[in-house]
């Protein structure tokens, strides 16, 4: 068992500069089916900057070290030592070396086991090709090296491997030679001009089919395009390929970034712990985020790959070209990266269906995350395993904060900001601060309160309440921030929150804005909340207005104001806000199920409330809303983003609710939905344009609706378009809906479904994924037997994510039973899992975090299995870190 004495922890406070730069990096792979061999020669000096040491650390695991020269003399046993995470040389006892004064080569020959290595990190073995994953400390599994993000380096690679199974041998940056040896083998040799640190290293060596193209940068130079894929399934990413260069010609027009290699590479690879790598010139992808048919791929998969296509290449300069100084500086690239993603979709499909979505994640997801165990700051203060902190926090929380720099900038104050940061840290491992400053210096702006947003954790909260005079023709807003305490902080400071508003009169027209005092305080349509308590007089006001409050979600808090029911409909009617629109559609739709929750703790009978029926059927009639809109605001809340908003929550109650208004809402309006479903849902030739993407959409929230009624016709209309669509955003609708439900013979189509697409592993996770989240009670027997069948794999993360990780992050109903036995599975597949691939296992483990949310007894059940993990011998630092603080 680990102890906590046992395990070191990171601190940001603790950061040195490496003691020795590697300003060239020289690496010589020998492939073969069950080793290779890794010769590497580092060019290496003293840096100037950091204080000076006679002993030289390199990181290095699972390593089995062969040779070790300094400068051509080979080093004896006592001027070395290694251990399980390390190789220490002392210099001072190497002959004629004068390492204070003089670069020096350092070369090291090891041997190392791609073909046992699970974890999927370092270089592995993946469905008979060779691949590495080096984000975030994965480079040490491969050879000895100062494993950090501030060590930046010149790359050259030699690759060599048999020509017949590995005829694709590639690494990063530009090929400069290759060529054929003896004994059926041959070689390729990589250079990348590019300095980078070694966690961007990539190298892959299989058998591939290649898809190529080439795109024309503003400068007017052609970059060669390639994607590699398994054998079959190149007509699967043509949709990436055009993904891809819709991605390049986006950043050059909003951003002015052009490419910089002479060629672009995306490799997809079945085993991958992430969704996506962007390492320089070579992405590794997750298959889920390159392959894309309309046969085997729904409208989200498609948006998905373009997202994730979109999100590495823009990598290339928002954390390639510039870099992380340390791993707490994490959001620096990826928030960056996911604000620049969301944009370019955005751009793409629509803004306002768009923004709703992130927005989901954060109260879903992120919010649960700042109330539990692993509260961090998108910077943390310190870490037991990096590999924990590729969170949600990290990721979409900072692009939030980085969304905010583009709300108080405004598009060309942001623009004028990064053009500065890539001026002054081209090149360069920089810090979030670096980042600030450029934002403040290129728009003369003072950030300093803002920065309180990259090292306090926790959801800030807005609370609001308003007053109208009418005989004086104002309004008064009266504001309170607080942020509750989160682990290790306490008494949060207030932070800088730009508030978007509008106030809308009895036509939905929004009214001008104006101040009678502090006039700064008010930008446009942007309150500036940066006091623990402050209030704003409006003036000019000449009717009671209704308050849109958070206009397009402008800052990442929870807000409460006390709408009634009048105000919140009205809303949904007339907000000119989207965002707010359907935000007001979610609260009424909250409100009701907090109700119904009410009702049944004190014994009575659930009430269903008509004034909401009007509110819906407005919606679903009207002719100016797009349909993937309305697909949004006619889906109840999320029920995690509903626990989030109580203490302690009662989710027997909260389930039935959720349930009792959906069926009730089908009963009040069936003709409704069902005269809906049959104008949006097509059966004729099959288009991917936004209109039909979006009565995709609507039709499929409105047949949800039909078959929450229990009714053979809704049934009859379900099995007709899993079996009779012509496309997979259908087939999947058709397919979880019915496996959701009581319909007597849908294992049958389960196993129909099955064998029709047993060959697409994509698709069978998809199979895999509605029958884990089936809330029905013999579910939990069903995903038993999943996890035995001859297509799961468990040193697969997406077959893991799609059962197990399904099961307990999706299916609330069942992996909370009142008996434990969802709890007692999930930690089985955890003690199978954690010492084959440690980073998925911790994942799981998170299941478990928010269980003081829920009643003693499932409170007493889910401690009793983190206990029993914290016990398991061996236990990795990647899980025993979660179980512990989850426990606290």
């Known amino acids: 068992m680990k102890t906590s004495d046992s395990i070191p922890v990171k601190y940001r406070k603790d950061y040195k500069p490496s003691a020795y730069l590697i300003h060239e990096t020289k690496l010589d792979f020998d492939l073969f089916d069950d080793h290779s061999i890794v010769t590497a020669r580092l060019k290496l000096q003293a840096n100037p900057n950091a204080d000076p040491s006679d002993s030289l650390v390199l990181d290095g695991e699972e390593l089995k070290l062969l040779e070790i020269f300094i400068n051509g003399q080979k080093l004896e046993s006592a001027q070395y030592e290694t251990d399980s995470e390390q190789l220490t040389v002392w210099l001072d006892k190497v002959h004629n070396l ?69 005829p694709h041998l590639l690494s990063n940056g530009n090929q400069t030679e290759h060529g054929k040896l003896a004994n059926g083998r041959h070689y390729a040799i990589w250079h990348d001009p590019f300095r980078k640190p070694s966690y961007l290293f990539a190298l892959c060596a299989g058998n591939y089919d290649l898809l190529e193209d080439h795109f024309k940068t503003q400068s007017g130079r052609k970059i060669k395009l390639e994607i590699y894929v398994d054998k079959g399934k ?96 994490l959001s620096l690239k990826e928030g960056l990266t996911v604000f620049r993603d969301q944009q370019f979709t955005a751009d793409q499909t629509d803004h306002a269906v768009k923004r709703i979505e992130d927005v989901k994640v954060i109260r879903s997801h992120q919010f649960a995350e700042d109330a539990g165990p692993m509260a961090h700051p998108i910077r943390p203060d310190s870490y037991i395993e990096m590999n924990n902190f590729y969170t949600v926090t990290v990721y979409n929380k900072g692009a939030e904060i980085i969304r905010m720099y583009h709300t108080l900038l405004g598009a060309g104050g942001f623009r004028h900001g990064m053009d500065l940061y890539f001026e002054r840290h081209d090149g360069q491992a920089v810090t979030c601060e670096d980042f600030v400053c450029a934002m403040e210096d290129a728009n003369e702006y003072d950030l300093k309160q803002f920065r309180r947003w990259y090292s306090q954790a926790g959801t800030p909260e807005l609370t609001v309440t ?43 027209k929004d009214l001008p804005l104006q101040l009678a005092a502090n006039p700064e305080q008010l ?105 993937r809109f309305k697909a949004l605001a006619l889906t109840l809340p999320d029920i995690k983003a509903l626990i989030e908003e109580v203490e302690r929550v009662n989710l027997d109650h909260l389930i039935v609710a959720h349930n009792f208004l959906k069926k009730e809402l089908a009963c009040q309006l069936e003709m409704d939905w069902l005269v809906h479903y049959q104008a949006n849902h097509h059966v004729g030739k099959f ?87 089936d809330p029905s009670d013999p579910t939990i027997e069903r995903v038993e037997t999943l996890i035995e069948h001859p297509a799961f794999d468990l040193k697969n993360p997406n077959k893991v994510r799609a059962v197990v990780g399904a099961f307990a992050g999706a299916n609330l109903a069942q992996f909370h039973r009142k008996d434990g036995q969802g709890y007692v599975f999930l930690a089985e597949q955890i003690k199978r899992l954690y010492s084959v691939n440690p980073q998925t296992a911790a994942r799981l483990t998170g299941a478990f975090n928010r269980w003081k949310k829920f009643d003693d ?15 398991l011998p061996d236990l990795s630092k990647d899980v025993y870190e979660i179980a512990s603080k989850a426990l606290g």
Request: aromatic share 12%; glycine share 4%.
């Open 523 to 627: 930008t446009g349509d942007i309150l500036h909340i940066t006091q623990l308590e402050q209030s704003f007089e409006f003036t000019e006001i000449a009717q009671q207005p209704v308050l849109s409050l958070l206009r397009n979600f402008s800052a990442p808090v929870r807000l409460h104001y006390d709408y009634n029911d009048h105000e919140l409909a009205f809303l949904f009617a007339h907000d000119s806000d989207p965002f707010n629109q359907w935000e007001a559609g979610q609260r009424l739709f909250a409100r009701v199920i907090w109700q119904l929750c009410a009702e049944q703790e004190a014994g009575e009978v659930m009430q269903f409330p008509l004034h909401l029926v009007n509110a819906v059927q407005n919606l679903l009639s009207s002719e100016s809303l797009d349909g």
């Open 234 to 329: 190149l007509e699967q990413c043509h949709h990436a390929m055009a993904s891809l260069k819709k991605a390049m010609a986006w950043d050059e027009e909003v951003f002015g970034l052009e490419y910089d290699l002479d060629i672009y590479m995306v490799v997809a690879v079945g085993d991958f712990n992430m969704g996506a790598m962007e390492n320089k010139g070579l992405n590794i992808f997750n298959t889920k985020y390159v392959l894309a048919h309309s046969d085997t791929a729904t409208d989200q998969d498609f948006e998905d790959v373009e997202a994730v296509i979109a999100h590495e290449y823009f990598h290339n300069w928002t954390g390639n070209r510039v870099t992380c100084r340390d791993w707490f500086q």
């Open 857 to 871: 007894e499932r409170q007493r059940l889910m401690c009793e299995q983190l206990q029993g993990i914290l016990q």
């Open 98 to 166: 004068n390492y204070q004064q003089n670069s020096f080569e350092l070369m090291t020959k090891v041997r190392i086991y791609p073909n046992t290595n699970t974890s999927l990190e370092g270089l592995y073995l993946s469905n008979g090709k060779f691949c590495t994953q080096c984000e975030a400390e994965g480079f040490r599994k491969i050879t000895y090296y100062s494993d950090r993000p501030d060590v930046m380096s010149i790359f050259t690679v030699r690759i060599e491997a048999a020509q017949q199974k590995y």
């Open 466 to 508: 308003s007053e109208y005079d009418e005989l004086h023709r104002k309004l008064t807003l009266h504001v309170k921030q607080t942020c509750p305490d989160t682990p290790g902080q306490s008494n949060k400071q207030p932070f800088h929150i730009p508030l978007k508003l509008g106030l809308l009169d009895k036509e939905g």
């Open 687 to 773: 288009q991917q344009d936004k209109t039909s993407i979006a009565q995709r959409a609507f039709a499929g929230v409105c047949l949800s609706y039909l078959v929450a009624l229990e009714k053979p016709k809704a049934y009859e209309l379900a099995v007709s378009q899993l079996l009779n669509s012509n496309n997979m955003t259908d087939a999947e609708t058709g397919l979880k809906l019915l496996m959701h439900s009581n319909y007597e013979d849908k294992q049958q189509l389960a196993d129909d479904f099955y064998q029709k697409w047993q060959n697409e592993d994509l698709v069978v996770n998809k199979w895999f994924m509605s029958q884990a989240t």
